[in-house]
C-alpha cells in the first residue's frame, strides 16, 4: 500500500468506537485559551453525541476519566547498567520484564532506528506476558518522519512488524515524530494525511517540535484524521513548541525531553548529552498537572520520559508515579544505590492537607 493512496481502516482500529473522525465542538481551558478535546464515535445516533458531551462537561476539579500511563523511552542503554539494571544479572536477566514490573508501559526506540521483524516484536510481546496490563508505544520508523525515502514495502514491513503487538493486546499507540525542521506547510499537512490513510488501522500520535504546528487549525485537523497529539517538555530554544495541554484523539500523550537548553542544538553534543537532565521536584509538580488534565480529556493517556541518560528517565517516571498515585512505590535497588534520595517513594507521600497547614 503506497502513501499516494489514502485508505483508512476504522475496523481494524482498536479504538473506533471513540474515533475523533466525527468531532463533536467542546470547550475545555487551558493556559487561558479554549481548546477543543471532545469526540464521537461516527455517526451512529444522537443519543451517543448527547452522552459524549455530559461526560465531558463534567466539574473539572472531577477525579480523571481516564487511565495515565508511566513508562521510559526505550529500555537499551549501556549507561543503565549498575544504575538502573544490576551490576551482577542473573542468569537469564531480561532488562525488558525486569522494567515491565514497575511500569506498566514503555516507548519502544528500536522501531524508530530500523523497522523490526514480526519475529523480533513478538518476543517482545512474549517478554511482558507476564503482565496483562502492560502496554507499548512503537515510534514510526525514520524514514517516514526524517529521510522521506519510504517505499511501499517499507510500509508493508512496519505494518508487519506491528501486526504482534496489536494480535496480543500489546500496542497502546504508534508515535508519528518529526524533526525541528518538519514545519507547518500545506505540503506536510498533505503528508500528514496521507500518513493517516496508510497507518488508520493503529492509534497514531503525532510530535511535532516546532512551534508554527501550535495553532488551532492544526489541532482541529488532527480531530478530523483521527490522530493524537504528543504534548512535549523540550528545552525552550529558537521557535520550539512549548508544553501544551493539547488531546485531539482518545489518546493522550505527553512526553519529556528534559530542559537541557546548552546541549539541545548544540553540534558537539550527542544524544546523551542532549537528553542528559534530571527534573526537579518543582518541575515534575509542573508536568503532574498538565498530566492530569491530558487525562480528564483522553480515554488512556501515555506519560513517557525520554530523558534516559544516567537512567533519569527511569527515576522521574518513578516520582511521577509517586505523585500521580499518592501511594509508595516499589524502586529498583541499583537505581536506590545511584541516586539514595528516591528512598523517599519507599514512604507514603506527605499529606497536601498537612502541607498545606490545614487545621
Known amino acids: 500500500m503506497s502513501l499516494s493512496r489514502l485508505v483508512r481502516h476504522p475496523q481494524a482500529c482498536p479504538l473506533r468506537e471513540f474515533c475523533s473522525r466525527h468531532p463533536v465542538r467542546a470547550e475545555y481551558r487551558t493556559g487561558g485559551q479554549d481548546e477543543t478535546c471532545v469526540w464521537r464515535s461516527p455517526r451512529r445516533s444522537a443519543e451517543r453525541a448527547v452522552l459524549a458531551r455530559k461526560v465531558v462537561r463534567m ?20 549507561d543503565w547498567e549498575g544504575q538502573v539494571y544490576p551490576k551482577r544479572k542473573p542468569r537469564g536477566f531480561d532488562p525488558l520484564a525486569y522494567l515491565a514490573q514497575y511500569f506498566d508501559t514503555i516507548e519502544i526506540n528500536n522501531t524508530f532506528y530500523r523497522i523490526p521483524s514480526a519475529a523480533m516484536t513478538k518476543k517482545w510481546a512474549q517478554r511482558v506476558a507476564d503482565y496483562p496490563d502492560f502496554r507499548f508505544t512503537a515510534k514510526l520508523w525514520q524514514g517516514f518522519t526524517h529521510e522521506g525515502q519510504a517505499s511501499a514495502q517499507d510500509e508493508t514491513a512496519f505494518q508487519q ?23 507547518h506547510t ?11 490513510g496508510t497507518f488508520g488501522g493503529y492509534p497514531l500520535v503525532l510530535e511535532i517540535r516546532h512551534r508554527s504546528w501550535d495553532r488551532p487549525q492544526v489541532y482541529d485537523f488532527l480531530r478530523e484524521l483521527g490522530i493524537g497529539f504528543c504534548n512535549i517538555d523540550q528545552p525552550q530554544v529558537s521557535y520550539g513548541i512549548g508544553l501544551t495541554r493539547v488531546v485531539t484523539s482518545p489518546i493522550g500523550y505527553l512526553r519529556l525531553h528534559g530542559r537541557n537548553v546548552a546541549a539541545w542544538f548544540a ?26 488534565i491530558l487525562s480528564r480529556r483522553a480515554r488512556e493517556t501515555y506519560l513517557i520520559a525520554n530523558n534516559h541518560f544516567r537512567g533519569q528517565a527511569v527515576l522521574n517516571a518513578l516520582e511521577l508515579q509517586y505523585h500521580l498515585q499518592r501511594r509508595p512505590i516499589q524502586v529498583p535497588l541499583p ?8 528512598c523517599r517513594l519507599l514512604r507514603p507521600p506527605p499529606d497536601p492537607a498537612a502541607e498545606a497547614g490545614a487545621p
Open 59 to 78: 466539574t473539572p476539579d472531577r477525579e480523571a476519566l481516564g487511565r495515565t500511563r508511566i513508562g521510559p523511552a526505550g529500555w537499551s542503554y549501556p
Open 161 to 183: 512488524a506491528m501486526a504482534p503487538l496489536q494480535e496480543a493486546g500489546k500496542l497502546g499507540a504508534v508515535l508519528v515524530q518529526f524533526p525541528y525542521r518538519f514545519h
Open 186 to 196: 500545506p505540503e506536510n499537512r498533505a503528508y500528514l494525511q496521507r500518513l493517516a
Open 267 to 292: 553540534e558537539d553534543a550527542g544524544r546523551d548529552a542532549r537528553y542528559d537532565y534530571r527534573y526537579t521536584d518543582d518541575e515534575l509538580q509542573e508536568i503532574v498537572e498538565v498530566a492530569k
Open 335 to 342: 537505581l536506590l544505590e545511584t541516586y539514595p534520595e528516591a
